[in-house]
Structures are given as structure tokens and as C-alpha cells.
T-cell receptor, first 112, second 116 residues
């Protein structure tokens, strides 16, 4: 069964600290993996996409990694800011039937 | 560009009432979809459309209808509201849904619906 599992469910860190969010998937055949950021009261916005051949990709203070062998991805946030408080959703696309499978998200709280 | 626009932002209905959630996009995207988001659950696909005149069911279609008469608009109709339909509803569009094309979903800011 195609599944996307994210951990932790929620995370609280102090402003300026780093953190890493995890995403494990069992989607097959794998096409790509996206991380979305969802601010409170808003729709999700794409942060980055990882394809099969990519191991690491950065977008400002956000760095995503992908290990296609172990079917794991991580999103690392460096020097967190209050504006990073949001839910982060891992979404995996399958080549078959164009399916898009959503994780339940990690809720990140940045404290001043 | 406005992107994906959803109206209304908030709505309260009584059980049995019907209503339409509006969604419009100005990016000329062929693919449009409706999701519901409930606490502790991921986004779940209700209905989707790959172009004007074409609609299909997603994961949780019961109690909802859609139509796609134009590329821009994709309204979601609740036929007879039930408390189980209390949720936040998101409309999303994409240039392509094909995983091979790696196109992101562009989401609206949601409609928070409460059914009493």
C-alpha cells in the first residue's frame, strides 16, 4: 500500500536553532517527492522537489535530502525564524496512475 | 496573478442544507482538484478534473458533486450537508498531474466549513 509517514508529529524549537523533519514512504513506482509549507490559515506552498537521481537540494535555509534506496527524505531548517512556524507536508508522486500521496505533516513551532 | 481563489473563507451550515464552494484559477491550468483537510489526517482528494468537461472521483467523493464547464472554474457542491463534512476544503490546480512532469500543486487558502 502506498503510504507516506512523517515524524515527528509536532516539534517545538527556539528561534535560531536548527531542526530536521523526516519523511518515510512506501510509494512505488517512485516519481518524485515534494515538501510543502503550510502556514496557519493558508494553503500549502511547494518548497522543493526531489527526483530519483537527486540526493540534496537547498532552497535558502531549507535543505532537502532523499535516499531512494531506503525511501527516506528529510527537510533540514537552518537558523530557524519565527516565520518558519508552520506545518510541513511531504508529498510523494507515483508514476503509475499519477497518484499523489500526502503525509499528515509535521507541525513546527518556533519560540522567540 | 491571483493564483487560486476560493470563496467563501468561512461557512456555517445546518444539517441538510446545500451549498457551493467556489474555486477559480487564472494560471490556465488544466488540472484542478478539491481536497479536505481534517485534524490528524493528511489532505484527502474529493474530486478532480483534468480539463474542461472532464471530472472524476477521488478518495472521498460521497456527498459532493463537481462540474468543470470552463478551464478557470471548478465549483464543489455539497448536496445535503452532514456534520461529518465539517472540515477545511482546499482547491488546487496544476499544469499537469502527471508525476513525470513534476508540476507542483497550487493551493487556494481554503474554506472552513462547519455543519451543525
Amino acid at each position: 500500500k502506498n503510504q507516506v509517514e512523517q515524524s515527528p508529529q509536532s516539534l517545538i524549537i527556539l528561534e535560531g536553532k536548527n531542526c530536521t523533519l523526516q519523511c518515510n514512504y512506501t510509494v512505488s513506482p517512485f516519481s518524485n517527492l515534494r515538501w510543502y509549507k503550510q502556514d496557519t490559515g493558508r494553503g500549502p506552498v511547494s518548497l522543493t522537489i526531489m527526483t530519483f537521481s537527486e540526493n540534496t537540494k537547498s532552497n535558502g535555509r531549507y535543505t532537502a535530502t532523499l535516499d531512494a534506496d531506503t525511501k527516506q527524505s528529510s527537510l533540514h531548517i537552518t537558523a530557524s525564524q519565527l516565520s518558519d512556524s508552520a506545518s510541513y507536508i511531504c508529498v510523494v508522486s507515483a508514476n503509475r496512475d499519477d497518484k499523489i500521496i500526502f503525509g499528515k505533516g509535521t507541525r513546527l513551532h518556533i519560540l522567540p | 496573478n491571483a493564483g487560486v481563489t476560493q470563496t467563501p473563507k468561512f461557512q456555517v451550515l445546518k444539517t441538510g442544507q446545500s451549498m457551493t464552494l467556489q474555486c477559480a484559477q487564472d494560471m490556465n491550468h488544466e488540472y484542478m482538484s478539491w481536497y479536505r483537510q481534517d485534524p490528524g489526517m493528511g489532505l484527502r482528494l474529493i474530486h478532480y478534473s483534468v480539463g474542461a468537461g472532464i471530472t472524476d472521483q477521488g478518495e472521498v467523493p460521497n456527498g459532493y458533486n463537481v462540474s468543470r464547464s470552463t478551464t478557470e472554474d471548478f465549483p464543489l457542491r455539497l448536496l445535503s450537508a452532514a456534520p461529518s463534512q465539517t472540515s477545511v476544503y482546499f482547491c488546487a490546480s496544476s499544469y499537469s498531474t502527471s508525476g513525470l512532469n513534476y508540476s507542483p500543486l497550487h493551493f487556494g487558502n481554503g474554506t472552513r466549513l462547519t455543519v451543525t
